[in-house]
């Protein structure tokens, strides 16, 4: 079934011009929006009132693909893969009518990086904010664009966005330079040819698996089958690309060869432009890039490689590490063939990009502290019986049957392991993650929060090196952050959203082992729970389950781990 759009048409990233008096966003303007705002207006504060909603339709479906050739079963919006593309306007309101059309699968649908401010029961984690949604039900999740940028939504129950249950989010807005063409979102992933709950079962047997390939949008080659992900560029035209990964593990180094990337944005956040030559995207990270076609040269209308390369240095990686590929055509060049052109030099390297790099459009300041008092999230593992992560010493495990939001509309206490903190103010909070154990990097993200980066480090968090050190004034802020591998990484955020928020690692099967915590955000300030809509899921999903054949296995975010660290 195709994407359902109902009152208001949904919206080519490359179509949109918006008029008001004195600003025009088009081409040669991308820094303006509309009469009262444009890319320097504070977004966390200050949004349009467009009064248009936006209505999709998505049906989760058992459908057989061959993304790169080789057919297995995949679980998918819509049928397709990636899922339709949810766009909106920065200001309009998003609904989306998530029908669950699985044979045996509960679901529940996260917005990944969507602030949901004042609506944080539409956050879609199951065990958190809802029951899952039982198969042959419906439920419609609405939310308002706050923010613009790229991001995606995705299944938060067991492993099923590796199964494909996933898609882009756009929301057009202002940018921070100038561009012709909104090429869209470019998803990277690993691929695995197994199902993901096979290969989980066989991982907890012998140890985490590698993939078998790696996907650009949707599309590779293996073997002899499979085409790859390409678009074509006009000589001297500038283009803009959203990539997002959404992988289950693995980070990847994404470049085009002989051309550079001009940085915009980094998850949702809008960021002064730099220039490089690649950029280290982890799981859940989202970077917006521009890049300019070559003149209208003879030597220039050829084909040429955009690599995804897996980062082994904190991966377990992919058969075919190097052949993660799309190809960036021209007009008046070949039409067919691969390129034949060379990379750059791709060191293993899994920090993020330079925190002096990613210098936020719209300034913020965090209060200066002493970081002795940051309170610090170690990171601990479990070895056996079989593997657990921990996160402030606890292994976090909810229950689908009892999230946490109906827990704390009826009793308003929690059992130990749904490892809750409460945040009660309403005033800056700041954390240390630490992790000294595995060489392994971590995509760390946040729910309903863009969190300050104020210091990464490697080795034992070290107070006074990180308060001399830390970025006080205007740092990074995203909602997904890579924590160095045998390092800590000091963050920050004001407590200005109420609500029960989620912070996990991204790698799939980490936090379906334990790695996460929920933070209870300012609980009497909570408002406007729709209890009714929450009691009718959870009825469902209770009832299913009476006749299901298949029960929570894991932390109840993802699916749960391993019995062998040696490789995570």
Same mark, same amino acid.
């Given at each position: 079934?195709?994407?359902?759009?109902?009152?208001?048409?949904?919206?080519?990233?490359?179509?949109?011009?918006?008029?008001?008096?004195?600003?025009?966003?088009?081409?040669?303007?991308?820094?303006?929006?509309?009469?009262?705002?444009?890319?320097?207006?504070?977004?966390?504060?200050?949004?349009?009132?467009?009064?248009?909603?936006?209505?999709?339709?998505?049906?989760?479906?058992?459908?057989?693909?061959?993304?790169?050739?080789?057919?297995?079963?995949?679980?998918?919006?819509?049928?397709?893969?990636?899922?339709?593309?949810?766009?909106?306007?920065?200001?309009?309101?998003?609904?989306?009518?998530?029908? #669950? +059309? /699985?044979?045996?699968?509960?679901?529940?649908?996260?917005?990944? &990086?969507? *602030?949901?401010?004042? @609506? =944080?029961?539409?956050?879609?984690?199951?065990?958190?904010?809802?029951?899952?949604?039982?198969?042959?039900?419906?439920?419609?999740?609405?939310?308002?664009?706050?923010?613009?940028?790229?991001?995606?939504?995705?299944?938060?129950?067991?492993?099923?966005?590796?199964?494909?249950?996933?898609?882009?989010?756009?929301?057009?807005?202002?940018?921070?330079?100038?561009?012709?063409?909104?090429?869209?979102?470019?998803?990277?992933?690993?691929?695995?040819?197994?199902?993901?709950?096979?290969?989980?079962?066989?991982?907890?047997?012998?140890?985490?698996?590698?993939?078998? #390939? +790696? /996907?650009?949008?949707?599309?590779?080659?293996?073997?002899?089958? &499979?085409? *790859?992900?390409?678009? @074509? =560029?006009?000589?001297?035209?500038?283009?803009?690309?959203?990539?997002?990964?959404?992988?289950?593990?693995?980070?990847?180094?994404?470049?085009?060869?002989?051309?550079?990337?001009?940085?915009?944005?980094?998850?949702?956040?809008?960021?002064?432009?730099?220039?490089?030559?690649?950029?280290?995207?982890?799981?859940?990270?989202?970077?917006?890039?521009?890049?300019?076609?070559?003149?209208?040269?003879?030597?220039?209308?050829?084909?040429?490689?955009?690599?995804?390369?897996?980062?082994?240095?904190?991966?377990?990686?992919?058969?075919?590490?190097?052949?993660?590929?799309?190809?960036?055509?021209?007009?008046?060049?070949?039409?067919?063939?691969?390129?034949?052109?060379?990379?750059?030099?791709?060191?293993?390297?899994?920090?993020?990009?330079?925190?002096?790099?990613?210098?936020?459009?719209?300034?913020?300041?965090?209060?200066?502290?002493?970081?002795?008092?940051?309170?610090?999230?170690?990171?601990?593992?479990?070895?056996?019986?079989?593997?657990?992560?921990?996160?402030?010493?606890?292994?976090?495990?909810?229950?689908?049957?009892?999230?946490?939001?109906?827990?704390?509309?009826?009793?308003?206490?929690?059992?130990?392991?749904?490892?809750?903190?409460?945040?009660?103010?309403?005033?800056?909070?700041?954390?240390?993650?630490?992790?000294?154990?595995?060489?392994?990097?971590?995509?760390?993200?946040?729910?309903?929060?863009?969190?300050?980066?104020?210091?990464?480090?490697?080795?034992?968090?070290?107070?006074?090196?990180?308060?001399?050190?830390?970025?006080?004034?205007?740092?990074?802020?995203?909602?997904?952050?890579?924590?160095?591998?045998?390092?800590?990484?000091?963050?920050?955020?004001?407590?200005?959203?109420?609500?029960?928020?989620?912070?996990?690692?991204?790698?799939?099967?980490?936090?379906?082992?334990?790695?996460?915590?929920?933070?209870?955000?300012?609980?009497?300030?909570?408002?406007?729970?729709?209890?009714?809509?929450?009691?009718?899921?959870?009825?469902?999903?209770?009832?299913?389950?009476?006749?299901?054949?298949?029960?929570?296995?894991?932390?109840?975010?993802?699916?749960?781990?391993?019995?062998?660290?040696?490789?995570?």
């Amino acid at each position: 079934m195709a994407l359902l759009a109902l009152g208001a048409k949904a919206l080519p990233a490359d179509r949109i011009e918006r008029q008001y008096p004195g600003c025009r966003h088009s081409p040669t303007s991308r820094n303006c929006w509309d009469d009262t705002t444009d890319i320097n207006t504070d977004y966390s504060t200050t949004w349009p009132n467009t009064g248009v909603t936006r209505e999709y339709s998505l049906i989760l479906q058992n459908v057989t693909l061959a993304p790169d050739g080789f057919a297995r079963t995949m679980l998918t919006f819509n049928g397709t893969y990636p899922g339709p593309t949810i766009s909106a306007n920065w200001g309009d309101v998003v609904k989306i009518h998530v029908t #669950n +059309g /699985l044979t045996n699968n509960g679901t529940s649908i996260h917005w990944h &990086g969507v *602030r949901q401010l004042n @609506t =944080f029961q539409e956050d879609g984690v199951n065990g958190v904010t809802q029951c899952p949604l039982a198969p042959g039900e419906t439920q419609t999740y609405t939310w308002r664009a706050t923010q613009y940028g790229t991001s995606w939504y995705h299944s938060h129950y067991a492993v099923q966005y590796s199964e494909g249950l996933l898609g882009p989010i756009v929301i057009n807005g202002p940018a921070s330079a100038n561009y012709d063409v909104d090429l869209g979102a470019v998803m990277v992933t690993d691929w695995y040819h197994n199902t993901a709950f096979s290969t989980w079962h066989y991982a907890e047997t012998f140890g985490l698996p590698q993939a078998q #390939n +790696g /996907l650009i949008h949707g599309k590779n080659v293996f073997g002899s089958g &499979g085409y *790859r992900w390409n678009t @074509t =560029f006009i000589p001297g035209k500038k283009y803009r690309l959203r990539f997002i990964n959404t992988g289950v593990e693995a980070a990847f180094r994404l470049s085009i060869d002989d051309h550079q990337f001009q940085v915009i944005s980094t998850d949702f956040v809008p960021i002064t432009p730099y220039t490089t030559d690649s950029i280290l995207i982890g799981d859940g990270e989202r970077y917006d890039v521009i890049v300019e076609a070559k003149t209208n040269s003879t030597t220039h209308l050829k084909n040429y490689w955009l690599r995804a390369t897996v980062q082994t240095a904190c991966s377990t990686g992919v058969d075919n590490p190097l052949n993660i590929k799309g190809i960036i055509r021209y007009a008046g060049g070949p039409t067919s063939g691969d390129p034949n052109t060379t990379g750059v030099a791709i060191a293993q390297n899994c920090a993020d990009e330079p925190i002096s790099s990613l210098v936020p459009v719209v300034p913020k300041a965090v209060p200066r502290v002493d970081l002795s008092g940051a309170q610090n999230l170690f990171w601990g593992v479990n070895l056996a019986p079989v593997i657990r992560w921990t996160l402030g010493g606890v292994s976090t495990r909810v229950d689908w049957n009892h999230p946490t939001l109906q827990l704390l509309q009826s009793t308003g206490t929690y059992p130990t392991e749904y490892n809750i903190i409460e945040l009660p103010e309403h005033k800056w909070y700041y954390f240390v993650i630490e992790e000294t154990g595995v060489r392994f990097a971590h995509p760390i993200h946040l729910h309903g929060h863009d969190f300050h980066i104020l210091y990464q480090g490697n080795g034992t968090f070290n107070a006074t090196e990180a308060t001399l050190g830390a970025r006080w004034s205007n740092p990074p802020r995203r909602d997904v952050a890579m924590l160095p591998g045998q390092g800590y990484m000091v963050i920050a955020f004001e407590a200005d959203n109420p609500g029960i928020w989620v912070l996990h690692c991204h790698i799939a099967w980490h936090v379906s082992a334990g790695f996460a915590l929920q933070f209870l955000e300012r609980q009497n300030d909570i408002a406007g729970v729709d209890n009714s809509t929450l009691n009718n899921i959870c009825n469902d999903w209770r009832t299913y389950q009476t006749t299901a054949t298949h029960y929570q296995e894991d932390s109840g975010l993802k699916k749960r781990g391993l019995k062998l660290d040696s490789i995570m």
